[in-house]
Structures are given as structure tokens and as C-alpha cells.
Nanobody
Framework: QVQLVESGGGLAQPGGSLRLSCVAS????????MGWARQAPGKGLEWVSG????????YYADSVKGRFTISRDNAKNTLYLEMRNLQVEDTARYFC????????????????????WGQGTQVTVAT
């Protein structure tokens, strides 16, 4: 069974940090491009970051560049998102997802190019 399970969300103060994890199973994680997307209340899905299967390329939305870092541990089938200097506007439910087919520089930025999604983990940034 193909599955992605996120964890690590919670409440953080503005300027604070959180680290999200996503454990994958049911497919060859080391061969899959992966990414993170988020959905704020009342808003659509926003792509956040993507990483190639071997970690050689990483991409970020402008809204998180310089504050968020995506990484992966293929030996542990785990994807991470390190979030620093969190802002109130980062409040959202965060989802990890598997790229459909081969990841490309442009395709990895589009949610429609992901075919497996986790259930998400809530991140709330507030004082």
C-alpha cells in the first residue's frame, strides 16, 4: 500500500521553527521526486518545495525561499521540511507528496504533477 505519513506540525510563535517529517512506504522512495505543498484556511493548494530523488536539486516557492529547507534521507524513506523564521502567513495544513514519473525543474512546482499525497499536518503560527 502506497502511503505518506506526515508529522511534526504544531503551534509556533512568529520567528520560531518547526521541522516536518514525512515517512513513505509502498514504493521505491529513493527513485521518487518528492515535494511539500500547503493549504491555508479558505485558500487553494500552494506548492512549497520540491526535491529530486537523489537530493541533487531542490526548489522553493518565493514565499518560503531562504526560510525553509527541504531534505531527504533515502535510507530512512523520509522527507523533511525544516521551517525557520515562521510567519503568521505560514499557517496552513502541510502535505507531502510524490512526483508522478520523473521530476523536472518546472514540473516539480505544479501540484498536478504529484500522484500520492499524505493526510497532512497542521502548522499554526500565532502569538
Amino acid at each position: 500500500q502506497v502511503q505518506l505519513v506526515e508529522s511534526g506540525g504544531g503551534l509556533a510563535q512568529p520567528g520560531g521553527s518547526l521541522r516536518l517529517s514525512c515517512v513513505a512506504s509502498g514504493f521505491t522512495f529513493s527513485r521518487a521526486g518528492m515535494g511539500w505543498a500547503r493549504q491555508a484556511p479558505g485558500k487553494g493548494l500552494e506548492w512549497v518545495s520540491g526535491i529530486y530523488s537523489d537530493g541533487s536539486e531542490r526548489y522553493y516557492a518565493d514565499s518560503v525561499k531562504g526560510r525553509f529547507t527541504i531534505s531527504r534521507d533515502n535510507a530512512k524513506n523520509t522527507l523533511y521540511l525544516e521551517m525557520r523564521n515562521l510567519q503568521v502567513e505560514d499557517t496552513a495544513r502541510y502535505f507531502c507528496a510524490k512526483v508522478k514519473g520523473t521530476a523536472t525543474m518546472t514540473g516539480i512546482r505544479r501540484p498536478e504533477n504529484y500522484d500520492v499525497w499524505g493526510q497532512g499536518t497542521q502548522v499554526t503560527v500565532a502569538t
